[in-house]
C-alpha cells in the first residue's frame, strides 16, 4: 500500500528486526511506517472479527497499528520511532500472560 | 503520586500550541506534545523534510513552519515530547486542575494554574463497504507517510474525496511525480450555488481563496481518471484492497483495480480530552462538527475559565487561524496570570482574516453523500467490529443513545474508545430517531484517554 | 396496551428489568419506565460477581436470601438465554477473595468466623485456603509472592451485567411487556377508582394499579412522595478494564475476574463522594498497583479504559423492599447487589407485588429497621 520513493542514504538509515527479520528504516519515521514500507501487511487481524487490518490513519487515532515492540504488546506503532537495533513483531493474538510474564 | 506544579500547562506544539507558547512565555510553562518533534500536524517533521531538502514539495504553507519552531526549540519553554496526556482532574475549579500524562514509562500528574489544549483536529468518520481493507488510508495519514518517511502509494492508487486538504495532498503527490490513477470527486454537485453567498465575506481571505482556486485548477489537470459527482464508494479485496467500485449521481458505474485508496472528508476538531473532561460543546450544522463551548475568541472556555482551546480543537480554521489564536490564547493566560497585556489587535486582524474563507469553505464542501447514511451491512465500530444496521437495531430495540448503546453492542469499548467512530454513531442514532444530529451527543469519554500499562498507572515516584 | 397497566416499574436497571421480567413472566401486564441516556446508571457500572461470601453479615435474613438467589442463578441464565438466545457469560464454579498481608488474611477470617455463626445450622460455606490450594484452583498462572491466603466459596461466580441486563429487558418484552424509554418520572399520586397516576416529564401519564420504584438513586424523592422512607447513599466504586488477553482465570476474585471476552476487570474501591461518578488517578494508581500484586505478570497489560459507578447503598448494607401504608400498592426496592439479586429478584419479588404473598422474615427487609431504638 505505501513504498519509498527513494532510497535512504546511509546516515539516515536506522535497523530494526520485523518477525526477527532484518529490516532498513529510515530515521525519523514510525514503526508503523516502516512496517508498511517493508511490505509487511496486514499488520495485525482484528481481535473480534480475525479480519485481517493494517494502519489507516497514521496518526494515533485509529488504533490499527498495534504491534509488539521490543517485547510490550499492543503499542501504537504510528506513534513509536524508529531505534537501532529495535525489535518488531507483528501480534495476531491475544497477547498470551505468558508472553507478557517473560519480561 | 507526586504532583509537580506549574503555571501554564500547554498540550500540543502545532501552530496553536507553538503561538500560545511564545505568547504566554513570561510565565512558568511546560508544553505537553504526543509526538517527538514540534510541529504538529501540519509542520510535521519539518526538520527532517529540510534536511532531505524535499521542502518544496510540500508547497508554502508547510515552509511557514520554520520559524515559529526554530524559535521554539531555541527558548527556554520546558517541552516535553513523546507525553501522551491521559485525562485532567479537577476541571470544575476555577483556579486550575491537574494534567495526567504518560512520559518515561509512568504516570505522571503536574498541577497548572492555566491550561491550553492545542490538539488539533482529525479526519472525519468516513465509514462505507470495505474501509477495513488494508490498503485504504486517510489523505491525513499519506501525508505523514510522504512527510515523516518519504513513502508514497503504491499503485494502482485512487484518490477519493473533496476538500482543501484533498486538493493539497493531491498537489503534493503531483510535486513528487504521483498521480493516482483515478481521482473520484465526492463533491456535492451543487453546492458551489450555496457556497457562492458565502463569497463576497470570503474575500478578507483572499490569499488562501486563491491558493485553493490554483489547487483546484491543477488538480483536473494530468491525473488520469477523473470522476465527478461520486457519491457512493466500495472497497474490495480479500486480505487487502484489490478493487475500488463506484457510482455517480447520474448512475454511472465505475471501477478499477487498486493497492490504495486515499480518502478525505475534510477534518473535525480532536474532542477526545475534552469529552473526557466533560466540557459542553455544541454541534456546529455549518462544518458538521463538534466543539467546545467557547465565551471567548481566545479559546476560554464557559464553564471552565482555567482551560482555553485554541486552533482545530476549537473549531476548524486552519493553520494560520489557529497560530493567531494560539497568540491569543497564550496572551489570555498571561494577562489573567499577570496583567500585563493588552488585547493583541493584530493577532484578533489576523484571526478575522484567517477565518474569512471558512463559511465558504464549509459550504463548498458539506460532508460527502458517499459517507453520512452507511448501509447496514457497513462497519461503523472498527475496533468493535459494529456494522450500522446493527446500530439501527439496537436503537428499535431501546437504546436510547450512544451510552446506553453500549448495554447493547461494544461500539465505542475497544482500543480507539471512539475516535473513529463516536460521531458517526451519535449520527446514526439520532437519523433512527428521527432528530437532528446535533441533538445526540457523542458518547462520553474516561480517563484514561490513552492506554497506559497497568504498570504504568501503578509506578510510583514516591 | 390500555392506559392503565396492572403494575408500572420505575426504572429499568437491574433491578427494575428483573422484577419486570417475573411481572411478564406471571403474565401481569406490566410497564417499565426507564429515564434516557443520561441516567446515573449504576447499572451500567456492575463488576459483574454473583457474590454470596461476605453478604449479610449482620442481617441473617439476608444472607439466606442472597444464598438463595445464587442457588437458582444457573436456572436463571440457562431460561433466558432459551428465552432469548442471547449468551450472558454466566460462570458460578467459585469465587476467591485473595489476602496479600496479614491484616486481610486476619479480616477475611474474622468475617468467615462471623458468618458461620450467624449462618447457624442453615449451611455456609466459605473456607479459608492457603496458597497452594489457590495455585491448584486457578493453574498455569504466576501469583505475586504477597498471595499467600484467601478465602473461597464454591457458590460463587460472575456474569456478564451488559448482556445480563440486555437479555432481561428482551425478555421482558417477549413476554409482552412494555418497555417506555425517555420517562423521567416526576410523581406518584392517587387517581380515582385505587389507581394511581404516574406523571412523567414531556409525556403522556401512565396509569397503574401497582407502581414498583425500583430507580436506584432516583428512589427518595419519588419514596417520600408515597410514605415511603429510603436512607440510601451514592458510594462509588472505580474499575479499570484492560484489553483482551488469552483466557488465564477460570473463576473470579473480588478486585479481579476476566470476562467472557477476554479482558480483565480490576477493582474495587469504596468512596464516599456524593454523586460524582469520575475516575480518578489516585484510586487508579491503587488498582493497578494490586492488580500488580497479585499477577505480576499485568505489568505490561493496557489499560483500555475506566470508569466510577455509584453503588446504591443502603445503611446496612442490605436490601430495603418495602409496602407503603399509606399508599397500599406502590412498593419500593432497593440495594447494592442487582446482579447478584437478579434471580431471586425475577422469581419472588413479583409474587408479594402480585400476590402479597412474602418470603420467610421478609419483614426484615423493610426500611422501619433504620427507625428502631
Redesign the interface.
Known amino acids: 500500500?505505501?513504498?519509498?520513493?527513494?532510497k535512504i542514504s546511509v546516515e539516515h538509515i536506522v535497523n530494526i528486526t520485523i518477525n526477527g527479520k532484518l529490516s532498513i528504516a529510515?530515521?525519523?519515521?514510525?514503526v508503523a511506517?516502516?512496517v508498511?514500507?517493508s511490505q509487511h501487511?496486514?499488520?495485525r487481524h482484528?481481535?473480534?472479527?480475525g479480519?485481517?487490518?493494517?494502519?489507516?490513519?497514521?496518526?494515533?487515532?485509529?488504533?490499527?497499528c498495534?504491534m509488539n515492540i521490543d517485547?510490550?504488546?499492543?503499542k501504537q506503532a504510528?506513534?513509536v520511532?524508529v531505534a537501532e537495533g529495535m525489535s518488531v513483531r507483528l501480534q495476531s493474538?491475544?497477547?498470551?500472560?505468558?508472553e507478557?510474564?517473560e519480561? | 503520586m507526586k504532583t509537580e506544579a506549574t503555571e501554564v500547562v500547554i498540550i500540543g506544539a502545532g501552530p496553536a500550541g507553538l503561538a500560545a507558547a511564545k505568547a504566554a512565555s513570561n510565565n512558568e510553562v511546560v508544553v505537553l506534545d504526543e509526538q517527538a518533534m514540534p510541529g504538529g500536524q501540519i509542520w510535521r517533521s519539518l526538520k527532517q523534510v529540510e534536511q532531505r531538502r524535499d521542502l518544496s514539495h510540500f508547497g508554502n504553507d508547510y515552509r511557514r513552519g520554520l520559524n515559529p519552531i526554530n524559535y521554539f526549540l531555541s527558548s527556554n519553554v520546558d517541552y516535553r515530547p513523546d507525553a501522551r496526556v491521559i485525562g485532567v482532574e479537577e476541571t470544575e475549579s476555577k483556579n486550575g486542575g491537574i494534567i495526567l500524562y504518560l512520559h518515561n514509562g509512568s504516570v505522571k500528574r503536574i498541577a497548572a494554574k492555566r491550561l491550553i489544549i492545542a490538539v488539533g483536529a482529525q479526519e472525519r468518520s468516513m465509514p462505507f463497504p470495505g474501509w477495513t481493507l488494508p490498503g485504504v488510508i486517510t489523505a491525513g495519514a499519506a501525508q505523514i507517510a510522504l512527510k515523516t518517511a518519504d513513502l508514497v502509494p503504491k499503485r494502482p492508487f485512487i484518490l477519493a474525496g473533496q476538500g482543501p486538504l484533498f486538493l493539497l495532498i493531491l498537489s503534493q503527490l503531483k510535486a513528487v511525480g504521483i498521480e493516482p490513477d483515478v481521482l473520484l470527486r465526492l463533491d456535492h454537485q451543487n453546492s458551489i450555488w450555496k457556497a457562492i453567498p458565502h463569497l463576497p465575506g470570503a474575500f478578507a481571505g483572499a490569499a488562501d481563496l486563491a491558493k485553493g482556486i490554483a489547487w483546484r485548477l491543477n488538480s483536473t489537470f494530468g491525473t488520469k481518471t477523473s470522476v465527478k459527482n461520486v457519491i457512493s464508494i466500495e472497497a474490495h479485496g480479500k486480505n487487502h484492497l484489490e478493487r475500488v467500485t463506484w457510482k455517480t449521481l447520474r448512475g454511472k458505474a465505475g471501477e478499477c483495480s487498486a493497492s490504495t485508496l486515499l480518502i478525505h472528508d475534510g477534518v473535525v476538531p480532536n474532542t477526545q480530552l475534552l469529552r473526557s473532561m466533560r466540557i459542553p460543546m455544541w454541534y456546529d450544522k455549518s462544518d458538521a462538527s463538534w466543539r467546545p463551548k467557547l465565551v471567548s475568541i481566545a479559546g476560554q472556555l464557559a464553564e471552565n475559565p482555567w482551560v482555553f482551546v485554541a486552533g482545530d480543537a476549537s473549531g476548524i480554521g486552519g493553520w494560520k487561524a489557529a497560530s493567531a489564536m494560539g497568540s491569543l490564547a497564550g496572551a489570555a493566560v498571561s494577562h489573567s496570570l499577570k496583567g500585563d497585556l493588552s488585547v493583541n489587535s493584530e493577532e484578533l486582524r489576523k484571526l478575522g482574516k484567517a477565518r474569512a474563507s471558512r463559511p465558504f469553505l464549509n459550504a463548498l464542501y458539506p460532508p460527502a453523500k458517499a459517507f453520512t447514511h452507511p448501509k447496514d451491512s457497513t462497519i461503523v465500530c472498527r475496533c468493535e467490529e459494529v456494522s450500522a444496521g446493527e446500530i439501527r437495531d439496537a436503537v428499535k430495540m431501546g437504546a436510547q443513545g450512544p451510552n446506553q448503546l453500549k448495554a447493547f453492542l461494544r461500539s465505542g469499548m475497544g482500543p480507539c474508545q471512539g475516535r473513529i467512530c463516536a460521531d458517526m454513531t451519535a449520527a446514526i442514532i439520532a437519523q433512527s430517531k428521527g432528530k437532528k444530529v446535533g441533538e445526540v451527543e457523542p458518547m462520553r469519554v474516561r480517563m484514561p484517554i490513552s492506554p497506559v500499562t497497568l504498570g504504568e498507572m501503578a509506578s510510583s515516584d514516591d | 396496551m390500555t392506559q392503565t397497566a396492572e403494575v408500572a416499574v420505575i426504572g429499568g436497571g437491574m433491578v427494575g428489568a428483573a422484577i419486570g421480567l417475573g411481572l411478564a413472566r406471571k403474565r401481569s401486564e406490566v410497564i417499565i419506565l426507564d429515564e434516557g441516556d443520561n441516567a446515573l446508571r449504576t447499572a451500567r457500572g456492575n463488576f459483574g460477581l454473583v457474590w454470596t461470601q461476605t453478604k449479610g453479615l449482620g442481617l441473617q435474613r439476608y444472607q439466606e436470601w442472597t444464598r438463595e438467589s445464587a442457588a437458582i442463578y444457573s436456572d436463571f441464565a440457562g431460561i433466558l438465554t432459551e428465552e432469548t438466545g442471547l449468551e450472558i457469560g454466566h460462570e458460578q464454579r467459585g469465587g476467591l477473595s485473595l489476602c496479600t498481608s496479614h491484616e486481610e488474611f486476619n479480616a477475611s477470617q474474622n468475617v468467615i468466623d462471623q458468618m458461620k455463626a450467624q449462618a447457624g445450622n442453615l449451611p455456609y460455606e466459605a473456607e479459608m485456603i492457603d496458597r497452594k490450594t489457590i495455585e491448584e484452583l486457578i493453574p498455569g498462572v504466576r501469583f505475586g509472592d504477597s498471595v499467600q491466603a484467601g478465602a473461597y466459596c464454591k457458590y460463587d461466580g460472575h456474569v456478564n451485567p451488559l448482556k445480563l441486563l440486555r437479555a432481561m429487558l428482551h425478555a421482558f418484552q417477549k413476554h409482552g411487556g412494555h418497555y417506555q424509554i425517555n420517562s423521567s418520572v416526576e410523581s406518584i399520586s392517587r387517581s380515582p377508582g385505587n389507581i394511581y397516576k404516574i406523571q412523567i416529564s414531556g409525556q403522556a401519564s401512565v396509569y397503574a394499579e401497582k407502581v414498583v420504584i425500583a430507580c436506584g438513586h432516583g428512589i427518595p424523592p419519588l419514596a417520600a412522595q408515597c410514605g415511603l422512607h429510603c436512607p440510601t447513599r451514592p458510594q462509588r466504586g472505580q474499575v479499570l478494564v484492560t484489553e483482551r488477553l488469552d483466557k488465564i482465570l477460570p473463576m473470579p476474585t473480588e478486585s479481579m475476574r476476566q470476562t467472557d471476552e477476554g479482558s480483565i476487570l480490576l477493582g474495587v474501591s469504596h468512596e464516599e463522594v456524593g454523586f460524582d461518578d469520575k475516575n480518578t488517578v489516585d484510586v487508579s494508581n491503587d488498582i493497578a498497583a494490586r492488580a500488580i500484586k497479585i499477577l505480576p505478570a499485568l505489568k505490561n497489560v493496557n489499560i483500555v479504559r475506566g470508569w466510577g459507578a455509584l453503588r446504591i447503598m443502603p445503611p446496612d448494607g442490605c436490601p430495603i423492599y418495602d409496602e407503603s401504608k399509606t399508599h397500599p400498592g406502590v412498593f419500593m426496592v432497593t440495594n447494592h447487589s442487582g446482579v447478584t439479586l437478579a434471580a431471586i429478584h425475577s422469581s419472588r419479588i413479583p409474587e408479594w407485588i402480585l400476590e402479597g404473598r412474602m418470603a420467610i422474615g421478609f419483614e426484615e427487609f423493610s426500611s422501619t429497621r433504620f427507625q428502631k431504638g
Request: with cysteine; net charge positive.
Open positions: 500500500m505505501l513504498t519509498r520513493r527513494s529510515r530515521a525519523g519515521e514510525s511506517s516502516a508498511l514500507a501487511f496486514p499488520t482484528n481481535p473480534v472479527s479480519k485481517p487490518r493494517a494502519p489507516y490513519c497514521l496518526m494515533g487515532s485509529c488504533f490499527e498495534l517485547g510490550s504488546p499492543n504510528c506513534l520511532t493474538n491475544r497477547p498470551s500472560v505468558e507478557l510474564d519480561n
